[in-house]
């Protein structure tokens, strides 16, 4: 029952910073991303990446050890200033989860954030696990939409979250999709327009869903990388089509330069198929019809929207995920309240008592 409290009592609230626990495979953008947001609050941020090692080590280099709210695990640098030769374990990022915080901020897989969910143990966890993202290309769509999907897949190799992924048509546009699209592909080349997958078990990963795959077509563009570079985890910009909707490469989250292309009976099937993956992150709707695509874009499943552009990415909008994606904000004044707890004060106030 709500009422007013009492003329001699006060009452007020605070929201306090939270000591988290920042575990991310990615790179220096996920630490601005996830960490930054605790800072003003007053919070203390612990962070480790699983694959970038220089980063962590980097980290060490910029900042002076504790009072200063950095920390790297482990928080002792190498002899003689050298970096390290190859990155921490997972086993310290269990142990970062494990310790004693109030909150876990993680990105990674869906199967490494269950655990991390896991491992916090009630405390609050903030989860980006990836996307998947649908591109839903409607027969009207601007001229450019074929070359702006092929740019958006090869960014940062495909190793983004929200990178375009999935293609999805109408029947009566899906050949001339297939066919531009694998154009587009043509002239996006590994080793110039962008560099090799991240580590060994990432191409491994990629090259296993790419054979598992019952594409009927399979095209790959060239690859050119520098002299010197040859041994890098290049893979090329690849487009799959005729290919079913259960096909490996279309429920998982392939992370790499590739695109599928389904092709749906009408816009309500082709909603269907966008939302048939259990990630549900971001979407992008391509056509020349606004009130269609803000339609569209509206029904996705997705925590983000685009229409006739896709990573367009401000620090002002929020990032977040549904379903297999996680959950939690990044990004925006909204991520600040990830890093807080509220708590109200009430007090008596004594007058002559």
């Known amino acids: ?4 409290l009492p003329a001699r009592w006060s009452a007020s609230g605070l929201l306090a910073g939270l000591c988290v626990a920042v575990v991310a495979t990615g790179g220096l953008w996920l630490l601005g991303v996830l960490g930054l947001p605790g800072l003003p609050l007053g919070g203390f941020v612990a962070f480790m990446a699983v694959y970038t090692g220089l980063l962590g080590y980097a980290m060490t280099r910029w900042v002076r050890p504790p009072p200063t709210p950095w920390n790297s695990w482990p928080s002792t640098p190498p002899k003689r200033s050298a970096p390290p030769s190859s990155p921490p374990s997972r086993g310290t990022g269990r142990l970062l989860v494990e310790a004693d915080v109030d909150m876990v901020a993680f990105t990674g897989s869906a199967a490494a954030g269950a655990d991390v969910a896991a491992r916090a143990a009630g405390r609050r966890v903030s ?3 990836g996307g998947n993202a649908p591109a839903l290309v409607l027969p009207d769509a ?7 999907l092929a740019r958006a897949c090869v960014y940062n190799v495909g190793q983004s979250c929200a990178a375009p992924a999935r293609v999805i048509t109408l029947r009566e546009n899906y050949e001339r999709v297939v066919e531009e699209l694998t154009a587009a592909a043509r002239e996006c080349l590994a080793g110039r327009d962008f560099g090799p997958l991240d580590n060994a078990g990432q191409a491994a990963r990629y090259d296993g869903i790419v054979t598992a795959s019952a594409a009927g077509r399979n095209f790959a563009a060239d690859i050119a990388p520098r002299p010197g570079e040859e041994s890098g985890f290049w893979r090329p910009t690849r487009i799959l089509a005729d290919l079913p909707d259960d096909d490996p490469a279309v429920v998982e989250e392939v992370f790499g330069p590739l695109l599928t292309v389904q092709h749906a009976e009408d816009l309500d099937a082709a909603v269907a198929l966008a939302d048939g993956v259990p990630q549900a992150l971001a979407a992008s709707v391509w056509t020349r ?3 269609t695509g803000l339609e569209l874009a509206g029904r996705l499943n997705a925590g983000e929207a685009w229409l006739n552009c896709h990573l367009v990415q401000t620090a002002e909008l929020p990032h977040g995920g549904r379903g297999a994606s996680g959950h939690g904000t990044d990004l925006s004044t909204l991520a600040l309240h990830e890093y807080q707890r509220p708590k109200t004060v009430t007090a008596r106030l004594l007058r002559d008592i």
């Open 289 to 291: 019809d606004l009130t």
């Open 1 to 4: 029952m709500l009422s007013r």
């Open 142 to 148: 601007p001229g450019d939409t074929c070359a702006q």
């Open 127 to 129: 989860l980006e696990l």
